[in-house]
């Protein structure tokens, strides 16, 4: 930095000189203090109007949280109970204390101590759960569930404690009966509820961490306690056993099954209740990878884990137990919940509307909703509110008022109408009408808009991007425990987003979008706004995004135009990335780290954080604590005068670490902020869990290997699985190139090496080798087969035409033999080459059925689909004419009983309409096996299913443990997914011509 003591007349002339330019020039407006302060990029922050983005454009839901018990807080509540003829609220907190006071003072401010379990047991580490007998005001019981430290076998225990009839009333340590424990660990469930039945209700996690998934098996493993819902009678012993088994339990009969399970299939069970009217059991459970789930509890319900999340596959392989698998009655994506909280059904007189409604709610997002179910089916299902509380609990109180238990804050809430609507009715629509420009056509800045540049810019399918930061005026960024950023209330952060029409000239640049995050007070919230063709102005998106479609040339070909589609995100997919978990955790590009950069103001150039620092954006210490290399971890990912170490991390850091972190929303379980040593991003030799996509020997990251690597896999294919998982949908050839050189690079031990796979690969190489030289076409044809006959070849041919000088033909044969191919393994690598209108457009998940009705289908090209089409396989279970297996009805006129929407309604939902005879039968033998199929015939001896391949099973009665039926199809869900809508309507053609 230049001594301006010494050059003090320089500086005079040339501060006078930088405020000419700079107020004539500069579009952020400058003032200069003095002269001294003309070396900074920006001398003087100009306020910036914050007045005109306000509120929500939509309007709000329906209600919102208000604090009660006003002057009670309690440090993380985790559990919330109350005792027969006490109104009082007793209150677990998670470090060992209980306190009751009384719920019908709204100014209480008096809390007395009911127990102190710390004090009686030191190696208490949580309580997770507080319930009292429904007999308590003769026999005085509570019951505790509390955690010693994680990894014990008993570590988990629900006890029993005495209560002596005092005032205030007071828990007796000394009168403990320990009834049930089993593993702790970080799942431990724990929460205890007296069912209408008199019985004891306990649910338990799966004793694991939050990743890898179910380290234990134990989800689907009945010869523990561990992910279950356990019922036990407390008021009978049994033996040494201090409670009984209830003789209606589901599987007191069952060999090898802990007899206490009333239901079990669940990852970390948080907290349950029961109907108050029809005593259902519902559980909220916490998800792992994409699903929050709430299940109406079935008794020896089978709820999945770890064979699905939900409906997503996690374990498949792994043995299922004793009873089907059921799905969850409600499912919320990632996307709006990230761990679920149970609650209660809303009794209260207060609100009537909410009469008979679930509240639940989630614990990152804060989002609250009500559900009603009746005829065995959810008839209503609403958000109610979007709050900024921390959910941990609910509890109810004897009128059937819900209340929610707020962990961060340690006090109570409960819902209200809306008093003071978010909504705006004059929120911006247009981006010139938002304050941030002063003149939108040219993008002009508005005073006290700041621009920012960052050193690791993330891809984003050819486009570039210019940042901007706006804070109110007479506030700064705050400094929180030397690490964390808080921002001001109506903070902003803009970023305007454009895309050259024809790439590589810079003259042809056009704007997408500018994305604009502004901080509420209490979260972060994304709004998008598409520019006009004129370029003039940007119009507010709606709140479910939007899709542009541009045609884009090179160059060397300026008359050859491909088709492009941007995709604009939906609110609810800005919160993917820009996480509400925490106002310091949603902001990823205004970072220390990336902003610690020389960035150009007018003619001045000047370190990022020193300049933004002496505007007080943000706090001097910002930039006096960053001038260490440990602060210096982010590079432009293709300087390639940077290490090669350093630019991949980097890159890894911004394009995903900000859903591959703790509360970032990513399946797996690795860390990817650059800041880590190599040994701690739980990735470099580490078997993936999320499927190995063919990959013999498959790592995330492999090190020597690339091509064995499931991390380099699928930032080079298309199609599903793809990463990163959003705000990309073409593949960064740069940055895979970059990723597969840092991972050659990388240190591996020789204990670690396959000697098949090097054997294959050495193989490959030479094929590959091979091709390249000799000009016979058949032996080239050969020899790439061969190679694309594995993923790991088809990832190094793949890179091959990428690198490699080859034949123009050849690259042409080897991109039509991999997206000709069968394996859409290999094809989803190789689609990228092919143009837009070449690729294969498959229906997916969610099916427009009236749109697929729309279209014509030839039948002769369904007959084909019908009985050759490789994954259809409708030729395996049915019929038509002579031809084909008789596992479901014969089709040979199907044509003449439906129609043919109904047609497409049996093929999209199998198990909505179906015959009796053609139940799915599910039994359960004494040796550990489930068997499924159709009942072909069942007497003394034992009966014989047809599964879904025609094979008849037959089962010896003694063999026989259980026998359920189910009104569910053998036919496969989403049998149409992988089908075009073209070949869907073929298929429907032909069926609707069996007449």
Request: with cysteine.
């Amino acid at each position: 930095m230049i001594d301006l003591d010494k050059e003090i007349c320089f500086r005079s002339w040339f501060a006078l000189s930088m405020i000419y330019l700079v107020l004539i020039i500069h579009p952020i407006q400058l003032q200069a203090e003095e002269s001294s302060d003309a070396s900074y990029g920006i001398t003087k922050r100009v306020p910036w109007n914050s007045s005109r983005i306000k509120g929500t454009p939509e309007p709000s839901l329906p209600y919102e949280t208000e604090r009660v018990f006003p002057n009670l807080k309690f440090k993380q509540p985790l559990a919330v109970a109350t005792a027969p003829g006490e109104k009082r609220f007793f209150v677990a907190e998670r470090k060992g204390k209980i306190f009751s006071f009384d719920y019908e003072d709204q100014d209480n401010s008096q809390v007395d101590l009911f127990f102190d379990l710390k004090e009686y047991e030191p190696k208490l580490n949580e309580i997770y759960g507080i319930t009292f007998h429904p007999q308590f005001e003769k026999n005085r019981y509570v019951y505790i569930c509390y955690v010693l430290k994680p990894g014990l076998p008993e570590g988990t225990r629900v006890s029993r404690f005495k209560v002596p009839d005092t005032k205030p009333l007071r828990c007796d340590p000394n009168s403990e009966t320990i009834l049930i424990e089993w593993l702790s660990g970080g799942h431990n469930g724990g929460c205890l509820r007296f069912g209408p039945d008199g019985f004891l209700y306990i649910s338990t996690g799966d004793g694991g961490p939050a990743s890898p998934p179910d380290i234990h098996n134990a989800g689907q493993d009945v010869s523990n306690l561990l992910s279950c819902i356990l019922r036990i009678d407390v008021d009978h012993e049994s033996g040494e056993q201090p409670y009984s088994i209830p003789s209606d339990n589901p599987f007191v009969k069952q060999r090898a099954v802990r007899p206490e399970i009333w239901a079990f299939g669940f990852r970390n069970p948080w907290k349950m209740c029961f109907h108050p009217e029809n005593g259902d059991l519902w559980v909220g459970d916490v998800g792992w990878e994409l699903w929050e789930l709430l299940y109406r509890v079935e008794k020896a319900g089978n709820y999945g884990w770890s064979i699905r999340e939900g409906r997503q596959p996690v374990k498949p392989s792994q043995k299922a137990g004793p009873t089907p698998i059921l799905p969850p009655t409600i499912a919320h994506s990632h996307r709006e919940a990230r761990s679920i909280t149970g609650g209660y059904f809303y009794q209260s007189p207060r609100l009537k509307e909410l009469k008979n409604t679930y509240v639940y709610g989630d614990y990152t997002t804060g989002k609250l909703w009500g559900l009603r179910y009746e005829n065995k089916r959810v008839n209503w299902h609403q958000e109610l509110a979007n709050s900024p509380l921390k959910v941990t609990a609910f509890a109810i109180d004897h009128t059937g008022e819900v209340y929610i238990v707020d962990i961060q804050g340690g006090a109570f809430h409960r819902l209200v109408p809306i008093k003071k609507s978010d909504h705006n009715p004059k929120f911006p629509t247009q981006l010139s009408q938002t304050g941030l420009f002063q003149s939108t056509a040219d993008h002009q800045l508005a005073p006290g808009v700041i621009p920012y540049s960052i050193n690791a810019p993330a891809w984003a399918d050819y486009t570039t991007a210019e940042r901007f930061v706006a804070l109110p005026a007479e506030t700064s960024v705050e400094l929180i425990q030397k690490r964390w950023w808080n921002f001001p209330k109506d903070s902003v952060l803009m970023k305007t987003i454009s895309i050259e029409l024809q790439r590589g000239n810079p003259e042809s640049s056009h704007r997408l979008e500018t994305q604009i995050l502004h901080f509420n007070g209490d979260r972060w919230v994304g709004y998008s706004y598409r520019w006009n063709a004129e370029q003039t102005d940007a119009h507010l998106v709606a709140t479910e995004g939007e899709s542009l479609k541009l045609n884009i040339s090179t160059e060397e070909d300026p008359k050859q135009k491909s088709n492009y589609e941007w995709h604009i995100p939906s609110r609810a997919e800005c919160s993917v990335c820009h996480t509400p978990y925490q106002n310091y955790l949603s902001v990823l590009s205004f970072s220390e780290a990336q902003l610690n950069r020389d960035q150009k103001y007018g003619d001045v150039v000047d370190n990022q954080l020193r300049t933004l620092s002496h505007i007080k954006i943000l706090p001097e210490s910002v930039w006096t604590d960053s001038k260490g290399a440990k602060a210096r971890y982010l590079v432009d990912p293709h300087k390639t005068s940077a290490a090669l170490n350093l630019r991949a991390r980097s890159y890894l850091h911004t394009n995903c670490q900000h859903c591959h972190r703790n509360n970032g929303g990513g399946g797996s379980t690795i860390l990817l902020d650059a800041s880590l040593d190599l040994s701690k991003m739980k990735a470099v030799g580490v078997t993936p869990t999320q499927g190995t996509f063919g990959i013999q020997g498959a790592e995330i990251i492999s090190p020597k290997d690339p091509f064995r690597s499931v991390l380099l896999y699928r930032m080079s294919k298309l199609g599903k699985g793809r990463m990163p998982y959003s705000g990309s949908s073409h593949v960064d050839q740069r940055g895979t190139q970059l990723i597969r050189e840092w991972i050659e690079s990388l240190p591996s031990s020789s204990d670690r090496s396959n000697g098949y796979v090097i054997t294959l690969r050495n193989r490959q190489r030479n094929l590959l080798s091979d091709a390249v030289q000799i000009e016979d076409q058949d032996f080239v044809s050969e020899k790439l087969q061969e190679i694309l006959g594995t993923t790991s070849g088809a990832l190094l041919l793949l890179d091959a035409l990428d690198r490699m000088a080859m034949p123009d033909s050849m690259k042409k044969q080897i991109i039509q033999l991999a997206t000709q191919g069968n394996n859409p393994l290999i094809r989803d690598l190789f689609e990228r080459f092919l143009p837009e209108e070449q690729r294969t457009k498959r229906l997916g998940v969610k099916i427009d059925s009236a749109a697929l009705l729309s279209i014509q289908g030839d039948s002769r090209e369904g007959k084909k689909l019908f009985f050759g089409m490789s994954g259809l396989q409708c030729r395996n279970c049915h019929r038509v004419h002579q031809y084909g297996k008789e596992v479901g009805p014969d089709l040979t006129q199907i044509g003449k009983k439906l129609s043919r929407q109904e047609l497409l309604e049996n093929i999209i939902q199998p198990s909505k309409k179906i015959d009796e005879k053609y139940f799915t039968y599910v039994v359960g033998t004494r040796s550990g096996k489930v068997l499924s199929g159709l009942l072909m015939k069942k007497d003394a001896s034992g009966l014989t299913l047809k599964d879904p391949k025609n094979k008849q099973l037959q089962i010896a009665q003694q063999e026989i443990e259980s026998v359920v039926k189910q009104k569910k199809s053998i036919m496969p869900d989403q049998l149409l997914r992988d089908l075009t809508a073209e070949q869907a309507a073929h298929l429907l053609a032909y069926l609707e011509s069996l007449k």
